[in-house]
């Protein structure tokens, strides 16, 4: 039993696990997103026959976890694909916008390799292979665990970074030897708007751990929403626009959220909030249908009457032409556009509209992945190529950690600290190369547990070789098992703490029920051996 790390290893996104026992199950299938290195990996060779995949579990909707599963579908996946009720509803929405912005983008790259004489660019999958996927989705209830297979059991347990987004508990193997795998999914952190709190896990002898902000602590939330409501006044009294790259999922609903309370509290001038972003305005909706995911705070304020994603100054831009007419409006404004990493989409439109004007803000509230025109922003970058045009950049940039989805540094080891499992082994993933590294070792020397950071197409065995099978797994016959269990003793220490000696007299113990197993197996008195 063995999972493969196909994705999501020395790097954020692209989010893949192939786990092994005989049966294939992948673990999301996500997208690799952010520079051209990095987004060439969504056209490799899978790394096996995506025909023999029984099942994906996924663990929420954003595509670096499900961007790939049409593409999937397309190479010959028939499986079922397990997710929460909120995931698929997301996850349906996200794909085919996906698709829809490959084709634009292929059919562009196309008319212009065409001016040079080369070859046209087929887009990754198209609208028909993401609604094939559809019949495959299968919604499972959080905290109810399913049997997938005699020897796999599953459970979706709340992650708490986005709406519907879980934490999987696996159970692999026979039930007198099974191994209990944890991926953490994307883990999000306490006391944010809207979602519910991660669940915490005790057990676990594998656990897959995300590092996203392995390496930092995040603003607090106070002083994060200090911070939006500064960039709005300054862009307010110059008479310019803030614009804010978001996510259409989870990001702009807090967004919207905070705005709401700021304009009722008037904590900022009454101006215009453009919603621009049709996939942002059909995941508000989805939102709307599900408050049983809500935390308490956001239900509350529903029943006292409130809608938590709508108020008077909202204008929602459902086509190009609401789009275009937003930077031909003078005066200012909130622009909340997609997508969040400034990669595609309308946010491009009003970044070259806006980047190069003094007074004029861009807020920056998410993940930013290397590569990407909004790390380069970020980073410091005096000018970005938008659409073919090179633009100074004379607007400020507002980087606002505290809204961020996932759980920074203090809230990943909080979570770890939950875990019981002295010998736990940690696999931190999801994460950039050095701030996994950074992380693991800081794991490693709080915890002791054992810690390492696998690479893209590391093979990492499930259940490691134990002192029982050290003893029988090579042995041909009663002496060379004798011979065995002597170099072992012999490598024994005169003296043991009392919880190594535990640990051995455990071992001992199964080993002995093993042996007395096989041994009636074969019907063979114990005397005579």
């Known amino acids: ?26 673990i999301d299938c996500g997208m690799f997103q952010g520079g051209r ?3 060439a990996l969504n056209y490799a060779e899978w790394g096996f026959n995506p025909r023999e995949i029984t099942a994906i579990f996924l663990t929420h909707a954003h595509i670096d976890h499900c961007g790939r599963i049409p593409k999937l579908f397309k190479d010959g996946f028939r499986g079922k694909i397990y997710a929460t009720r909120p995931t698929i509803e997301l996850a349906k929405i996200l794909l085919l916008d996906s698709a829809h912005i490959q084709a634009m983008e292929a059919e562009w790259q196309t008319r212009k390799n065409r001016r040079q004489g080369t070859r046209d660019i087929a887009p990754l999958y ?45 159970w692999c193997g026979p039930e007198s030897n099974s191994r209990k795998i944890v991926f953490s999914g994307d883990l999000g952190h306490k006391d944010q708007l809207i979602v519910q709190d991660p669940c915490p896990i005790a057990e676990a002898d594998t656990l897959f751990i995300e590092s996203t902000y392995g390496n930092r602590n995040h603003k607090s939330m106070e002083d994060s929403r200090r911070e939006l409501v500064e960039a709005i006044h300054y862009s307010y009294n110059h008479g310019e626009k803030v614009v804010i790259p978001a996510f ?11 705005l709401g309370e700021f304009f009722r509290k008037q904590m900022i001038p009454s101006m215009p909030v453009y919603l621009d972003s049709p996939l942002a305005i059909a995941a508000t909706d989805i939102f709307r249908r599900m408050p049983e995911f809500y935390d308490e705070e956001t239900n509350q304020n529903l029943q006292e009457g409130e809608d938590p994603f709508s108020f008077p100054q909202l204008i929602l831009s459902h086509n190009y032409r609401d789009s275009m007419a937003i930077n031909q409006t003078p005066g200012p404004a909130i622009v909340i556009a997609g997508n969040g990493m400034c990669t595609a989409g309308r946010i491009k439109h009003h970044l070259k509209h806006n980047l190069w004007r003094n007074g004029s803000s861009v807020v920056i509230v998410g993940f930013q992945a290397a590569g990407s025109p909004g790390r380069r922003l970020v980073e410091g970058a005096g000018s970005l190529k ?12 507002f980087t606002i950690g505290g809204f961020s989805a996932h759980a920074d540094q203090s809230g990943l080891l909080d979570w770890l600290s939950g875990f019981t499992n002295p010998d736990l082994r940690v696999h931190v993933i999801h994460g950039e190369q050095k701030v996994s590294e950074e992380f693991a070792g800081i794991v490693k020397a709080r915890f002791g547990f054992q810690t390492d950071v696998p690479d893209l197409d590391d093979v990492i065995p499930v259940i490691p070789e134990t002192v029982r099978e050290k003893l029988l797994g090579a042995a041909e016959g009663p002496a060379e098992i004798w011979e065995r269990i002597r170099t072992l ?41």
């Open 1 to 26: 039993m063995q999972i493969t790390c196909l994705g999501a290893a020395h790097c954020v996104t692209g989010s893949c696990f192939l786990l092994d026992n005989g049966h294939k199950y992948l």
């Open 37 to 39: 290195q990095m987004e």
């Open 126 to 170: 198209d609208v028909d292979d993401v609604n094939a996927c559809f019949p495959r989705f299968k919604s499972v209830q959080q905290d109810k665990t399913i049997n997938i297979a005699p020897d796999l059991k599953v459970r979706f347990r709340n992650a708490g970074h986005i709406l519907g987004s879980a934490i999987l508990e696996m």
């Open 248 to 258: 259409a999922v989870e990001r702009t609903q807090e967004l919207l959220l905070l």
């Open 386 to 397: 938008i659409l073919g045009e090179n633009v100074i950049v004379r607007a400020r940039i």
């Open 489 to 529: 003793w012999d490598r024994l220490p005169e003296s043991l703490s009392p919880e190594l000696l535990n640990r051995l007299e455990g071992e001992l113990a199964r080993t002995e029920s093993r042996l007395e197993a096989i041994l009636q197996e074969a019907k063979t008195p114990v005397a005579a051996k």
